[in-house]
């Protein structure tokens, strides 16, 4: 540091010390009960993967059909198995496995998220182990939609988009809610410093990951002819590697300190009736 800089930076230590000039402030936002939203952009060998096993699952008359678990009023909603997508191999692995890296990010970013500046040092080092539960396709068509809906039996769930048509203007252009997905958060509708509601048009490769209970819907869309909107959909769960292991241990333990089994009594009984 030169002269003239050194002066420099005495004139706005000395404003800084008056009150007068430039303060620095420590802060660090602490926002452990937000609901985080992710949105990741699916590289093209994704895309062209997740179209290719959902191109099989549908051309499979086979198939089994989800939507009874579901609740979208759409009528072709199959599952995906697990095993087709730990088999297909991309730049970076399996599918399977590129898509549960991304969620174990994505619980990374939000067991931070909770953390404040006193406990995050002993979150940041808590190894996690993920689980992918079902996922199935949504093979959405003109006038089909999701209501308002929580996923359950899980920790967070996802949607991808693969295949999007040219949709029909909206009846209200300045209401362009056709075919958009609408995530309701906690935030007060009144506030201006939080909001409640995100609406989003989805495009080609958007993968939304979010909380099981974030509630969220989809509006129906119109277009000029037969053509489908296609995602996919899977729920997952977490635990941390500590929790699951001592579970385990647990489980043992109960398993070595079970009673014998009953033993079945036979259907005779003798009785010794000798004095």
Known sequence: MNRQQRRQQARLERKAVKGGGVTHLEVTPLQPWADVLWRVMLPQFMINA?????????????RKNWGDNLAGQIQDEPLIPHQMMMDYKVAEGTVFHWLMNVIGEYVKSCSMQQATIY????IKDVQWLTQMKSAWI???WEGEYNPI?????CAMSTVMYLKIPEFLPSTKPKRDDDGCIMFIGAGHAGSRLTRNLLKVKPTVGEFFIFPAHLQHCVYPFKTDGDFERRSVSFNADFISKAEYEKQQEMAKEQQQQAPPPIQQAPEKLTFNTEA
Do not use: G, R
């Not at 997740?50 to 499979?60: A, E, F, G, R, S």
């Open 138 to 140: 949504i093979s959405q």
């Open 119 to 122: 406990d995050a040092d002993k």
């Open 149 to 153: 809906h929580v996923h359950t039996e």
């Open 50 to 62: 997740m179209l290719d096993i959902t191109d099989k699952v549908l051309q499979d008359p086979d």
